[in-house]
């Protein structure tokens, strides 16, 4: 029955889609293009240039636009919740396990088309594709993957997303049914939808460690996990952390994660969907990665339809 209602909930999903009004591309004059090299790629934007960025309003969602990618979002939220509830168990990695799978999409179509201006936020994607699949790859050998109704709920559920984020029916230049990409067409639109996920899953491990923290002290780290966050090369970590907190000098430092449990895995991988959360909020709000300071970083705002 829960598997029925789900694939109802699937075909519903895609049979409804926004008004052309909804899915516009979004203009960023204040975006700072930076050259990439080897040396200044993982390296935060100087002070000076985070001040001049922070005098500009951030941009807001168009509401329609905002209240849409909301429903998806938290819909599939629930429905995760519904098939996968918290009880203290192994369980719970499955769980984990299907919001992992989901979260994962790279969205490269600019690039693909020729754009050679996305070099360095395409950099940081690949390096926030590779954070998320460590974080599945630990699911799994928890035993997140191990039951194949999981495998095929997570599948089906990334699948329906990536199509959504990467190609949507809408009214183009006045013809109907044609195929429009999204994210090609107004990455604001996508980097939403992600930055609605991100959230999600940071209060979903909030919650989780809350609640269970003093029994995941008790077990082990799995060996993944100390290979990715102790004993693999950082130069990928510290790229996906763009929005970096500063030290007692006022220079951005580097997280540098302590492993003696598995509570603090999940610590780690809470904290880094919230470093994605941040990195998606900038892009959204300022098409810059670092349009703020991690101290100032809030959530996207929809903006009313009433104004232009």
Not at 217 to 237: G, H
Not at 241 to 265: A, I
Request: with cysteine.
């Amino acid at each position: 029955m829960k598997l029925f209602l789900f694939l109802t909930f699937v075909a519903n999903t895609a049979a409804f889609a926004p008004s052309r009004n909804v899915l516009k591309s979004y203009s960023h004059s204040h975006a700072l293009i930076r050259p990439v090299t080897m040396l200044n790629v993982a390296t935060p934007t100087p002070v000076e240039t985070l001040s001049a960025l922070e005098k500009e309003e951030p941009d807001m969602i168009d509401e329609n636009v905002y209240t849409f990618n909301k429903i998806l979002i938290d819909t599939v939220y629930n429905v995760i919740c519904f098939f996968y509830p918290v009880t203290g168990t192994k369980r719970d990695f499955a769980r984990f396990y299907v919001l992992e799978t989901v979260a994962r999409v790279v969205m490269h179509l600019r690039e693909t088309f020729g754009n050679r201006e996305q070099g360095e936020k395409m950099r940081t994607h690949y390096a926030e594709a590779d954070n998320e699949l460590h974080h599945l790859l630990i699911m799994e050998s928890l035993g997140g993957n191990e039951n194949s109704v999981d495998r095929f709920l997570a599948q089906i559920m990334a699948f329906g997303y990536y199509w959504y984020v990467t190609a949507k029916i809408t009214d183009l230049c006045n013809v109907p049914s044609i195929r429009s990409i999204v994210y090609f067409f107004s990455p604001p639109v996508a980097y939403h939808l992600s930055e609605l996920i991100e959230d999600h899953a940071f209060d979903t491990y909030s919650g989780y460690l809350e609640k269970y923290g003093e029994d995941l002290k008790k077990q082990p780290v799995p060996a993944i996990a100390t290979k990715y966050y102790v004993e693999d090369n950082p130069f990928l970590f510290d790229l996906f952390c763009t929005v970096k907190d500063k030290d007692e000098d006022g220079n951005f430092s580097n997280r540098r994660p302590q492993l003696d449990s598995l509570y603090d895995v999940f610590v780690n991988i809470r904290d880094d969907e919230k470093e994605h959360w941040k990195t998606l909020c900038n892009l959204v709000q300022y098409s810059d990665m670092q349009g703020v300071e991690n101290s100032k970083v809030v959530g996207t705002k929809a903006r009313p339809a009433t104004e232009k």
